[in-house]
């Protein structure tokens, strides 16, 4: 029974007043505890992926491949050596003469045969037309083209003369280096097939371009006097030297190095037979060599790096799973697996082959 001055404290749901409060208390708890669960998988995630990461930049700096650095060695020379520009060209002939009958008629007296050499105003031949052939200049009889008593007809060359001495060389220059040639340009002409060299220079330069593709060409020509064994037609280099050192000390220019201010310097060897730089002057160069001022002496040795790779992915590849195995010890493995299966094979047909058309199958399926 409830006396008159109590009132009735339970909540309208039906809940103890104590029990609710302990409700609303609990219910924080939950959530704390759920936001910490997430908290913690957002930590372990993290912390795989970085691991994931660092594995994957450890196997990454691994397979990269690595390099042992030796030494080349290389001797300094006494030489020389030139910056020069070079141009392709042919021999051509100045002086040709072919020598010809002004009407119809017939040989009467030949003075001379193939090959001689002539001075100029020498007789070449007589015509029955009163007509004497004579040599214009000095040079040599390239062909005799008809013999005393035979008919000529008006124009036809009789005798061809041809200076083998004085020649020519066109050459074409490009509008990248016709700004480097320069009529009176000292020059060298080497031929291809005999490799003779012949000094000469720069006769004229005709600066109207006949070119019509994307490039206008020069045309140079240079007049060089060669000895017997060059006839018109061979191929020549010309080369036009800009500068020049005569007996001077070169060295490979693989072997030189440049620090980052672009000083040269190369590796010699000291008294402790270590590697260390020393610093030289250079000169001239025609990107094969180069000349030494100062620093080198002819026969000093100087090294140059070498990187020589020592490891690649595939040999990392074949360390992790084992070696030779990983590449050629499987297919060793293989094929002498699949010898012993064979030969197990053969003999388990052999030996089922006397116990009837039944056992001769069932070894061949054993032996597989």
């Not at 795989?48 to 196997?59: D, Q």
């Not at 280096?177 to 320069?182: A, E, F, S």
């Not at 047909?349 to 070894?363: A, I, L, V």
Request: with cysteine; aromatic share 8%; glycine share 10%.
């Amino acid at each position: 029974m409830k006396k008159n001055n109590e009132t009735d404290t339970k909540p309208e749901n039906g809940v103890e007043e104590g029990q609710s409060v302990q409700a609303v208390r609990t219910e924080p708890k939950k959530k704390k505890k759920k936001a910490g669960k997430v908290i913690r998988r957002i930590i372990v995630t993290l912390l795989i992926v970085a691991v994931l990461a660092a594995a994957v930049f450890y196997a990454w700096s691994r397979l990269k491949d690595q390099y042992t650095v030796t030494y080349q060695a290389y001797t300094a020379t006494v030489g020389t050596i030139s910056n020069s520009l070079s141009f392709s060209g042919t021999l051509q002939a100045v002086n040709t003469q072919d020598a010809a009958a002004n009407g119809l008629t017939t040989v009467r007296n030949m003075y001379v045969s193939e090959g001689d050499k002539v001075k100029k105003g020498t007789r070449l031949a007589r015509l029955a037309n009163g007509q004497v052939l004579e040599a214009d200049f000095d040079g040599t009889v390239n062909q005799v083209l008809y013999a005393a008593g035979d008919s000529v007809a008006a124009g036809e060359n009789v005798v061809q003369l041809v200076d083998f001495e004085h020649m020519k060389v066109s050459i074409r220059v490009d509008e990248y280096d016709i700004g480097n040639v320069h009529t009176g340009d000292a020059c060298r002409v080497t031929t291809t097939a005999t490799e003779k060299v012949f000094d000469s220079s720069i006769a004229s330069i005709n600066y109207v371009s006949s070119s019509t593709g994307n490039v206008a060409y020069y045309t140079a020509t240079a007049y060089v006097d060669v000895d017997e064994g060059c006839y018109p037609g061979m191929q020549v280099t010309v080369t036009v030297p800009r500068n020049e050192a005569t007996d001077v000390v070169i060295l490979k220019a693989e072997a030189i190095s440049f620090d980052m201010f672009n000083n040269a310097f190369v590796y010699v060897r000291d008294e402790e037979d270590q590697v260390t730089e020393k610093s030289i002057v250079i000169g001239v160069s025609n990107g094969n060599y180069t000349e030494i001022k100062e620093g080198l002496q002819e026969g000093d040795e100087v090294y140059c790096e070498v990187k020589v790779e020592t490891n690649t992915a595939a040999s990392m590849l074949m360390n992790l799973f084992g070696g030779r195995n990983f590449m050629g010890g499987g297919r060793n493995n293989n094929r002498n697996n699949n010898n012993n299966n064979n030969r197990n094979g053969q003999q388990n047909n052999w030996g089922n082959f006397g116990g009837g058309s039944g056992g001769f199958p069932g070894g061949g399926r054993n032996g597989n």
